[in-house]
C-alpha cells in the first residue's frame, strides 16, 4: 500500500526554466493539497484539489504558479520562468473525502534554483 | 491563520513522558484537532486526531478538555527519535473548502 508518491526528490532549475512537481494521492484518495515550506519556516499551504477540479487556491502566488489534478494521473505543480525565492520544499498531501481523515505527506520535492 | 497557539519549545528527557499543550479556544463543535510531527526536514507524519473524546493510538495519546479549547498530546516513553517540530492543527473551513492550516508549531527535544 504505497504512500504519497512525489517525483523528483530534488530538482535544480537555472532561473527562468519551469519546475514540474508530481503527486500521486495514495489509493482512494480524492483529495490532493500542496504546501510550500521554505527553509527554517512553517509549511504554507498553496491549494487544495479534487479531481479536474480546483476547489482553494487562495495560498497561490497569482503569478508563474498553478496546480491540476486531471481524471488520470498524478496531480502537478507547475512554476514557469522560476526564480532563487521559489527554492523550498514542496510538500503534497492526500486525503479521502470527509473531515474525518487527516491527511497522508509525501515526502516533498526540494526545488533549487541557481 | 492557524487557529492554535503552541509553546515554541520545549525540552524533555528521554524516558520521560513528553506533554505538548495546544490552546484553540475559537475551536467549532465540530472541527476536529489534529497532531503532527514533523522530523528535521521530512513531510509531516500524522500522530493522531480526535473530536471530543480523549483518544489513544501507539504513538500517542491525546486529552481534549470538556469545554474543548485546549488539548494536550502526550508521549509516554519519549526517545530521542522523537525529537521534531510537533503541529497541533484545527481543520479550517473557508468557502466550503477545509483544509489544514500549519501554525509555528512545538519544538520538542529529548535529551539523553
Known amino acids: 500500500n504505497a504512500g504519497v508518491m512525489q517525483n523528483p526528490r530534488h530538482l535544480v532549475r537555472r532561473r527562468g526554466q519551469e519546475a514540474r512537481l508530481r503527486c500521486s494521492p495514495m489509493k482512494g484518495h480524492s483529495h490532493v493539497y500542496w504546501y510550500r515550506q521554505l527553509p527554517e519556516e512553517g509549511l504554507k499551504f498553496m491549494v487544495y484539489?479534487?479531481?479536474?477540479?480546483?476547489?482553494?487556491e487562495s495560498g497561490m502566488p497569482k503569478e508563474r504558479f498553478s496546480a491540476e489534478f486531471p481524471k488520470e494521473g498524478p496531480s502537478i505543480l507547475r512554476i514557469q520562468q522560476v526564480v532563487r525565492g521559489d527554492s523550498a520544499a514542496y510538500f503534497c498531501?492526500?486525503?479521502?473525502?470527509?473531515?474525518?481523515?487527516?491527511?497522508?505527506f509525501g515526502s516533498g520535492t526540494r526545488l533549487t534554483v541557481v | 491563520d492557524a487557529k492554535t497557539t503552541q509553546p515554541p519549545s520545549m525540552d524533555c528527557a528521554e524516558g520521560r513522558a513528553a506533554n505538548l499543550p495546544c490552546n484553540h479556544s475559537?475551536?467549532?463543535?465540530?472541527?476536529?484537532v489534529y497532531w503532527y510531527r514533523q522530523i528535521h526536514s521530512q513531510g509531516p507524519q500524522y500522530i493522531i486526531h480526535g473530536l471530543k473524546n480523549n483518544e489513544t493510538n501507539e504513538m500517542a495519546s491525546l486529552i481534549i478538555t470538556e469545554d474543548r479549547k485546549s488539548s494536550t498530546l502526550i508521549l509516554p516513553h519519549a526517545t530521542l527519535r522523537d525529537t521534531a517540530v510537533y503541529y497541533c492543527?484545527?481543520?479550517?473551513?473557508?468557502?466550503?473548502?477545509?483544509?489544514?492550516?500549519f501554525g509555528q508549531g512545538t519544538r520538542l527535544t529529548i535529551n539523553p
Open positions: 498531501a492526500s486525503s479521502p473525502a470527509g473531515q474525518a481523515y487527516g491527511y497522508t
Open positions: 492543527i484545527v481543520r479550517v473551513q473557508i468557502q466550503g473548502a477545509q483544509k489544514l492550516v
Open positions: 484539489l479534487q479531481k479536474e477540479n480546483i476547489i482553494d
Open positions: 475559537t475551536i467549532s463543535g465540530n472541527e476536529y
